[in-house]
């Protein structure tokens, strides 16, 4: 059983027993069980602590072990702090700390699970990674880097439309299978691409990261991001490494908003967009116009410096921190085209949610 569980199970006890308890004269027997429960927190603490050393299981049996004696041994403490909060029952008091103790339980649990899927999520990266195939080199080179979650239908046309060439650099895609269920992976292995699978999804950003990874292993010179779904115009990529090919920026970002913008959102999406891009520009004194644009260009040299943690809203994080480290921006017109198979993966409630935390997040750590 885990320290939150006991921890829960200890507060819930102390919030029922309260009443019985906290009236005069309340009976020994109830004190002499919460002495054994106290106890018997105590030692499974310890033993817990002995065979795995996680501090959160001793600390977790001590403090509950403590509560408990409190009850026990002081209740007046109890009075005190109830006439500090004007609380005049004690039951009312003990099971206010309890409910608390159970509540911050619940916190550190949600943290618990968010790192140790965020180990998980550095697992799959690494062993992914590792399992790539290495191109041959030997020249200047431009990786394009497609996340593709189930996009079977249009991904082959994707790799298959892009050039040989471009300004001197070799252009290389670089297709990753982020946990799709479909044929994404066989029909991306085309046009001399590299494909890497994650085995479970890990999210547009989980997938970027691999992207980045391998490009960088690979000595990649640039680093462009796009779609798997056509939406990105490959006759537009020239235009979108050029600055940095010719030294005037490190991040070219596309924006449809200063170019064509036929991707079909609805009028709540697309003021989300303005909304989000807005935030951002208070935030970090930027004059971007497009803050979701998945189409961009990185010199890749660079990308050690950017600290990405996005799983999922990788985008409003990329030029936060492109900005914070001093990147030299740069937005140029695309188009952003329909569709040409398949459903946005990006619901309309959710998605905005985790934007405006990655926003936030990003821009105060």
């Known amino acids: 059983m885990s320290s939150v569980t006991v921890s829960a199970l200890g507060a819930a006890l102390a919030t029922h027993l309260a009443p019985v308890l906290f009236t005069a004269g309340g009976p020994s027997?109830?004190?002499?069980?919460?002495?054994?429960?106290?106890a018997g927190i105590l030692v499974w603490g310890f033993e817990r602590y002995r065979s795995r050393f996680v501090k959160a299981d001793l600390l977790g049996a001590v403090v509950l072990t403590g509560g408990l004696a409190l009850v026990v041994f002081a209740p007046g403490v109890f009075d005190t702090l109830g006439a500090a909060l004007n609380i005049n029952q004690r039951f009312v008091v003990v099971s206010l700390i309890a409910n608390l103790v159970f509540l911050l339980m619940i916190l550190?649990?949600?943290?618990?699970?968010?790192?140790?899927r965020a180990d998980l999520s550095d697992l799959t990266r690494s062993l992914t990674t590792r399992e790539a195939s290495r191109a041959d080199g030997g020249g200047r080179t431009i990786y394009v880097v497609i996340p593709a979650y189930n996009e079977a239908e249009t991904i082959r046309s994707v790799v298959q439309s892009l050039p040989e060439t471009i300004r001197g650099h070799a252009v290389q895609p670089?297709?990753?299978?982020?946990?799709?269920?479909?044929?994404?992976?066989t029909e991306a292995d085309c046009n001399g691409a590299i494909v890497v699978e994650h085995p479970i999804n890990q999210g547009q950003g989980g997938a970027l990261k691999t992207g980045f990874d391998v490009a960088q292993q690979n000595g990649a010179d640039i680093v462009v991001t796009?779609?798997?779904?056509?939406?990105?115009?490959?006759?537009?990529?020239?235009?979108l490494v050029a600055p940095i090919v010719d030294g005037e920026a490190d991040f070219v970002m596309g924006s449809r908003y200063k170019g064509v913008n036929e991707s079909g959102n609805g009028t709540v999406r697309e003021a989300g967009i303005r909304t989000f891009t807005l935030l951002i520009n208070v935030l970090t004194k930027s004059e971007i116009t497009d803050c979701t644009n998945g189409y961009r260009a990185i010199r890749g040299s660079k990308l050690d410096d950017l600290t990405l943690t996005e799983e999922r809203f990788s985008a409003p994080?990329?030029?936060?921190?492109?900005?914070?480290?001093?990147?030299g921006i740069r937005e140029l017109p695309i188009t952003i085209e329909e569709r040409k198979a398949g459903d946005t993966k990006k619901p309309t409630l959710g998605y905005a949610f985790g934007l405006t935390r990655a926003i936030i997040t990003t821009w105060i750590r």
């Open 108 to 116: 550190y649990l949600v943290t618990l699970v968010r790192t140790t």
């Open 226 to 239: 796009m779609d798997a779904d056509g939406q990105h115009p490959v006759t537009e990529l020239e235009d």
């Open 29 to 38: 027997a109830v004190d002499g069980l919460l002495l054994a429960v106290a």
């Open 174 to 185: 670089l297709v990753v299978s982020d946990g799709s269920a479909d044929r994404t992976a």
């Open 317 to 327: 994080e990329l030029i936060i921190e492109a900005r914070k480290n001093g990147l």
